[in-house]
């Protein structure tokens, strides 16, 4: 069974930077179309960012020019490069292939607040 472990977020102010990284058990990462959601309290799970096999990368409106999704296929990470941070950007941020397909982990808290 496969493990996501979402680890690398905390408190920032405006303006500030943070990188997130999921650590995954099985070798998932390189084969699979993986994404960085996140889930703001009282909404919708969202898809932020998305990075195919091949590595083409996509972002939502709202993170786009300031996160970056990468990958390093020999450790299993996923990661999350997100600068310019935002207090609307607080939320529990999970990673997991673009369907959700494997087990939820249990997320990390970024919080941007002055």
């Known amino acids: 069974q496969v493990q996501l472990v979402e680890t690398g977020g905390g408190l920032v102010q405006p303006g500030g930077s943070l990188r997130l990284s999921c650590a995954a058990s099985?070798?998932?990462?390189?084969?699979?179309?993986m994404g960085w959601y996140r889930q703001a309290p009282g909404k919708q799970r969202e898809l932020v960012a998305t990075?195919?096999?091949?590595?083409?990368?996509n972002y939502a409106d709202s993170v786009k020019g300031r996160f970056t999704i990468s990958r390093d296929n020999a450790k299993n990470t996923l990661y999350l490069q997100m600068n310019s941070l935002k207090p609307e950007d607080t939320a529990v941020y999970y990673c997991?292939?673009?369907?959700?397909?494997?087990?939820w982990g249990r997320g990390t808290q970024v919080t941007v607040s002055s």
């Open positions: 099985g070798n998932i990462i390189s084969i699979n179309d």
């Open positions: 997991n292939e673009i369907y959700g397909f494997y087990d």
């Open positions: 990075i195919t096999s091949l590595g083409s990368t």
